[in-house]
């Protein structure tokens, strides 16, 4: 007998229990993806998302102008650039601390509109700092806005979004973000850093604007016992010829069923517990791959290796990769399957070993490779990276230096495709309702933890061992979030959040063990 979720698939593969007749559930499909209202409901939720990726790699272009400027009050030493690229994760731990209590407080809606206020002030003391401070608190600012919708944004589009279109459109929080960053490092090649700031309060007033206009999650207004605002809301965000009623039932049904508050007994149980505890896990493997420190410190790096490009362009094309990579993702995780994406980019080649292979690839290259032809002096990593080695120079034309982007290029494919957007889908569909605000928040804080500790620690690490040995352990958690994910990882595709719920409620089979 095949294992529940975590076996083969095909038609005839049956988890969850039988479904009720196809023709509601086949209209409600078609008919979501003739709806243009639940795609701009998205469209507005997911600008903070673009906020939170354009403020993530705010650093890249900004370190080195800082650390060349005159001025004195904000010229950067190495432990000042350290902690202004690392001090934004901690603001992004807060606000997914925040957001455990706003989402279930305020919905998440006003959870995510809610972010628009620190976003707009970190903008603002960044762009007219005059001081190490105001840049650090600017910083922080903007890392809590970014922690609060990376845990409001994923849930509000899986509630509303109907199971047909789920996986395209809980891709677009972190396509979103990709496209922010993007943004970021186009610009960068344009503005000064305080205009980048400016730039950055663009898409928070745009967000705030539209999402006034658009319902909160029916099931977050039936848990509030919201009935007939729900069903407004569901009505709105469905075609005039979709069957809402059948979908307000199985939704008020699920909301009837997890009424009351998680209470710790409960928590030990295994259906509220594995779930949470496998998405907590992915959230921490998926940092421990390196993604945010690469992307902190991506021109930087470039700079401290031999490349035949120029770092701010190596920059750019890393992150229209990663903006394509993340659009492919969209679209195949309602074709292939979450898990698939996860598992498996192009059989039998998987996501993971992929980034394992790109980073391997980067600590060799940084080990033995060749060596700058003249030092830079962005985050002091070139004089540490070629420590204790006998690298010859590179000549400016040697197609050698194009490995540093090109495997770059293939970590963010691999994680962009796999480990990036599906991990928020994931977390936001296995959660049980009943902790579902709490959870994702819970998430979120443990992901930016670790991504303080290692964005801060990457550097220290360089000074005292070089830059290759960081790149040597990223590709070993890449082997670990191999296996995790053939043991541990449901598949979800084309399941409804109930059938989800129930199936972690049968008890057929541990997860972990």
Known sequence: MQEPLLGAEGLDYDTFPEKPPPSPAERARVGALQNKRVFLATFAAVLGNFSFGYALVYTSPVIPALEQSTDPDLHLTKTQASWFGSVFTLGAAAGGLSAMVLSDLLGRKLSIMFSAIPSAAGYALMAGAHGLWMLLLGRTLTGFAGGLTAACIPVYVSEIAPPGVRGALGATPQLMAVFGSLSLYALGLLLPWRWLAVAGEGPVLVMVLLLS?????????????????????????????????????????????????????????????????????????????????????????????????????????????????????????????????????????????????????????????????????????????????????????????????????????????????????????????????????????????????????????????????????????????????????????????????????????????
């Open 213 to 513: 206009f658009m319902p909160n999650s029916p099931r977050f207004l039936l848990s509030r016992g919201r009935d007939e605002e729900a069903l407004q809301a569901l009505t709105w965000l469905r075609p005039a010829d979709a069957d809402v009623h059948w979908e307000f039932e199985q939704i008020q049904d699920n909301v009837r069923r997890q009424s009351s508050r998680v209470s710790w007994a409960e928590a030990r149980d295994p259906h509220m517990y594995r779930p949470v505890l496998i998405a907590l896990l992915m959230r921490f493997l998926q940092q421990l791959t390196g993604i945010t420190p690469i992307l902190v410190y991506l021109q930087p790096i470039f700079d401290s290796t031999a490349v035949l490009l120029p770092p701010k362009d190596d920059a750019a094309i890393v992150g229209a990769v990663r903006l394509l990579s993340v659009l492919i993702a969209a679209f195949a995780m309602d074709l292939a399957g979450r898990k698939v994406l996860l598992f498996v980019s192009g059989p039998p080649v998987s996501t993971a070993t992929i980034m394992f292979a790109a980073n391997l690839t980067l600590g060799l290259y940084v080990h033995f490779g060749p060596r700058p032809l003249t030092p830079n002096s962005t985050v002091g990593l070139e004089t540490l990276s070629l420590a204790g080695t006998e690298q010859p120079p590179a000549t400016p034309t040697s197609y050698l230096t194009l490995v540093p982007l090109l495997a770059t290029m293939f970590f963010i494919m691999g994680y962009a495709m796999g480990w990036g957007p599906i991990t928020w889908l994931l977390m936001s569909e296995i959660l049980p309702l009943r902790a579902r605000g709490v959870a994702s928040g819970l998430c979120v804080l443990v992901s930016w933890l670790t991504a303080f500790v290692l964005t801060k620690s990457f550097l220290l690490v360089v000074r005292a061992f070089g830059l290759q040995v960081p790149f040597f352990f990223f590709a070993a958690i890449c082997l670990v979030s191999l296996v995790f994910t053939g043991c541990c990882v449901p598949e979800t595709k084309g399941r409804s959040l109930e059938q989800i719920e129930s199936f972690f409620s049968s008890r057929r089979r541990a997860f972990l063990h």
